[in-house]
């Protein structure tokens, strides 16, 4: 079976500083990854993916992500947090190894960026 | 516009009716979805289909049903057996090929409350 894991219901940062949105999975092979944002009443936006390759993967909005397949991460970062990027945060995994899985999500993570 | 619509925006039921959530794609994908989102919970998969003519029960099936007649449209009902209907509910699309690297389209959502 496939898992995701997001510790943090919340992360709270200060306009310009830098974000983490942490994310662990859990799959029997290799992994898919992948990060959406939904904002208030909306559905979920793509943001970035991890397919092969470069670990460290670039996506919109200025987000990037960094796959550890030691330890099974594949945190959101960006280097300077705007208030606009206050949502909500989800994380998703399918294992490269059984195509007929669904993507699994997290729970998500509420980010609030402050002014 | 390429993408995924859903409607209505907002739908109230009354206990013991049946409703249905409309969601039509674009996109040419072969694979939609269904997933149920409640506060402070990730996304729940009620049901998918690959195919027309051709569909799957997710993780949350019960008191809900499902139709794809057409590759462009996949409702979904919301039956008086499902218990508590209160929730976001979100529509997806994506490809469904391998190597099953690619990313879901989400439509906007529809509210749907029980009054």
């Known amino acids: 079976a496939q898992s995701v894991a997001q510790p943090e219901d919340q992360v709270n940062v200060a306009e310009g500083n830098p974000l983490t949105v942490k994310c662990t999975y859990s799959?029997?092979?290799?992994?898919?990854l992948f990060w959406y944002v939904q904002y208030p009443n909306r559905g979920l936006q793509f943001l970035l993916k991890?397919?092969?390759?470069?670990?460290l993967v670039k996506g919109s909005y200025g987000f990037e992500a960094e796959f550890n397949k030691s330890q099974t991460s594949f945190h959101l970062k960006k280097p300077s947090a705007l208030v606009s990027d206050s949502a909500l945060y989800f994380c998703?995994?399918?294992?490269?190894?059984?195509?007929?899985?669904?993507?699994?999500f997290g729970g998500g993570t509420r980010l609030m960026v402050k002014p | 516009d390429g993408g995924i619509t859903q409607s209505p925006k907002y739908l109230f039921r009354k206990e013991g009716q049946n409703v249905t959530l409309s969601c039509e794609q674009n996109?040419?994908?072969?694979?939609m979805y269904w997933y149920r989102q409640d506060p402070g919970q990730g996304l729940r998969l009620i049901y998918y289909?690959?195919?027309?003519?051709?569909?799957q029960k997710g993780d949350i099936a019960e008191g809900y049903s499902v139709s794809r007649e057409k590759k462009e449209s996949f409702p979904l009902t919301v039956t008086s057996a499902q218990k508590n209907p209160t929730a976001f509910y979100l529509c997806a699309s994506s490809i469904w090929a391998e190597p099953m690297n690619t990313e879901a389209f989400f439509g906007q959502g529809t509210r749907l409350t029980v009054v």
């Open positions: 289909s690959q195919i027309v003519n051709d569909f």
């Open positions: 799959v029997s092979g290799n992994p898919y």
């Open positions: 991890y397919i092969t390759g470069d670990n």
């Open positions: 996109l040419n994908h072969d694979a």
């Open positions: 998703a995994v399918r294992d490269r190894g059984n195509a007929g899985n669904m993507l699994t």
